[in-house]
């Protein structure tokens, strides 16, 4: 089973590769107070399709690089663009 998980896009300035921040909230096992985390994702874009603000879903695979172990599944919703 490969972890599936729904992020945004924050960057896409490198060739076919995007960083993705996933917002998890838990609350605190003690105090209950509610807790904001995120985790940055370097994922692998081959179509070079989502662009910064993008919400999109990303899927675990083997190691591509260094940094990048996540694929792009689809954009799940595009980012508004005000021009």
Do not use: F
Request: net charge positive.
């Amino acid at each position: 089973m490969r972890k599936k998980l729904i992020g945004v896009v924050t960057s896409n300035k490198m060739d076919k590769s995007l960083r993705v921040e996933v917002e998890k909230n838990y609350q605190h096992p003690r105090y209950g107070k509610i807790i904001r985390s995120r985790t940055v994702c370097h994922v692998h874009d081959e179509k070079n399709e989502a662009n910064e603000g993008d919400s999109v879903e990303i899927i675990e695979c083997r190691p591509l690089s260094k940094t990048k172990c996540w694929n792009l599944v689809r954009v799940v919703r595009a980012a508004v663009v005000v021009e």
